[in-house]
């Protein structure tokens, strides 16, 4: 053998030590997993079993209503009004603003029905029917009816100028996030609109008033409370932003709700107009 084949000719060590160097750079199946593992821990902070346990399942049909949940959530609500403002259902706002609207016009009707029952049976009645005049009880389903459109006018008024209150803190709530705290805030006030209602049934009619004053003063002072404990982005002391945005929505307020009470200032004028004819 001549000096050059000798010296082209790879020998057996070599071989060795080249198979050894692959192997070790070579990743085992181990190695890989542990890199995905490492990889998806460094990704989300956490490792995937954690990520797994926690997962939340898919939540279908959000808009599919049921009484059953929405009575577990009146009863849930009645105990933190302030803390349950997610539903399963996008109809929860809208029933619950029927509902306390329902309430409200009811409670008031029966008041206003035993007050003008009253009227008729006294003295004044009596003198109406000596000279001749028929009077009649002007409440009727009509002003109930007048009555529920009224508040639900009102009801729908108030989240409405609460949420450009918000707007004006630069607040990045919906008008749809409003509705829904305010859903939770109205239950209870249906339960006040509802005891002054029975109050009125049991001729306790000057104290079932009393509560009726009292729901209407606590949804006024819900706008107050969700405009006060908002977060403000204006570039103006915290106490002048917020009491600029109360202004604004106290405005508008007053402004939009002088249609609902016209109407409801004609219905029962016309009723009591009618009732002397």
Known sequence: ?????????????????TAEILQTQQPSSGNL??????????????????????????TTGRNAFSWKEYLAWIKQTLKTPTQNNQFNSTLFPWITIAAISLTAALSLTLRLYFMFDDVKKSSLGAFGSLVGLQVSNPVNIGVFFALFAVFAGLFITVTFSTWVGLKILKDTASFTDVLGKYASLYIPITVVFLFAGLLSLVQLGSLGFFFI????????????????????????DDFYAKMLAIF???????????????ILGVTVLSNVIGSFI
């Open 33 to 58: 997993a542990a890199g995905v593992q490492n990889q998806e821990t460094s990704n989300t902070g956490r490792s995937p079993l954690n990520n797994a346990l926690d997962a939340k399942p898919v």
């Open 213 to 236: 004053v009292i729901a209407l003063c606590v949804v006024q002072l819900s706008t107050s409370y969700i405009l006060f404990t908002a977060t403000s982005r204006l570039r103006l």
């Open 1 to 17: 053998m001549t000096e050059s084949e000798q010296y082209e000719q790879p020998s057996s060590g070599n071989f060795t030590s």
């Open 248 to 262: 604004a929505s106290q405005a508008i307020l007053a402004i939009i709700t002088i249609v609902p009470f016209a």
